[in-house]
């Protein structure tokens, strides 16, 4: 700790709410969707990888002892779940089938990482270092989706596809989580949220520089977290990105 009632208590603890809101941002379209009988354009794949990557928090957080890594990701693992089950009703054969292998690969991972934590870890420095890593692979795994989308927007000259409240949402929560990291000399909390600080920094470059043309290139259309089939929207429109966090 720094000693610092600003960076040790009231950063992370802003970025612990701002984490729980994003976790619960695509609530309102899964909702909807339920009540339509209809997914629509919603994409329903990111939900399951939100379980993994709150897993791998919580569990981070709990051998550190920190409530505020703790508590969002400990409430991010129930919304995740609700969603991915209401969701899974709605959805097509195709986008079951790869919820079906995301939700399998975390119900085999993690319990595997708990036994080695329990039995394989010999310190605690290694056992809160195999729950960070594991929260820093997922976030590679969400870092393809504004990659992506940037990658686009400098083609297309076109920045209609960067949601700007929502990048700036990540922006601010980013900001949170790697000023708290640096704080607490945190290696595993202020890489991860420090590219994603980077990277939504440059959206927000990018936004400014090639103005966006709603007409030409549909969001929805522009990048399809659900395998490439165009029917969802993209990873990053329906679920915030990164660890306690990058969201």
């Known amino acids: 700790m720094s000693g610092n009632v600003l960076l040790d208590t009231v950063t992370p603890a802003l970025g612990a709410v701002v984490s729980t809101a994003m976790y619960l941002s695509p609530m309102k379209a899964v909702l909807r969707a339920s009540r339509e009988k209809s997914l629509g354009e919603l994409n329903p794949l990111p939900f399951g990888v939100t379980i993994a990557n709150c897993i791998a928090w919580l569990s981070y957080g709990l051998l550190k002892h ?8 400990a409430a991010g693992v129930l919304i995740a779940v609700f969603m991915t089950l209401t969701a899974f009703g709605l959805a097509d054969e195709a986008a079951r089938h790869k919820m079906r292998f995301v939700c399998c690969l975390t119900a085999g991972v993690m319990p595997l990482l708990g036994v080695f934590t329990a039995f394989g870890a010999k310190d605690s420095e290694m056992q809160k270092g195999v729950w960070g890593l594991a929260g820093n692979v997922i976030c590679l795994i969400y870092y393809a989706a504004p990659l992506s989308t940037m990658w686009e927007v400098i083609r297309t000259r076109n920045s209609a596809s960067i949601l700007v409240p929502l990048t700036m949402m990540n922006t601010m929560n980013a900001a949170l989580w790697t000023t708290y990291g640096v704080a607490v000399l945190d290696v595993y909390i202020w890489l991860p949220n420090g590219i994603g600080l ?6 927000v470059a990018l936004r400014l520089v090639f103005p966006a043309r709603t007409g030409m290139l549909p969001s929805h259309q522009h990048h399809s977290g659900g395998g490439g089939t165009g029917k969802y929207s993209r990873l990053d429109e329906t679920v915030g990105l990164g660890p306690p966090g990058t969201r």
């Open 198 to 203: 980077a990277l939504s920094v440059l959206q």
């Open 66 to 73: 920190d409530p505020f890594v703790t508590a969002p990701n």
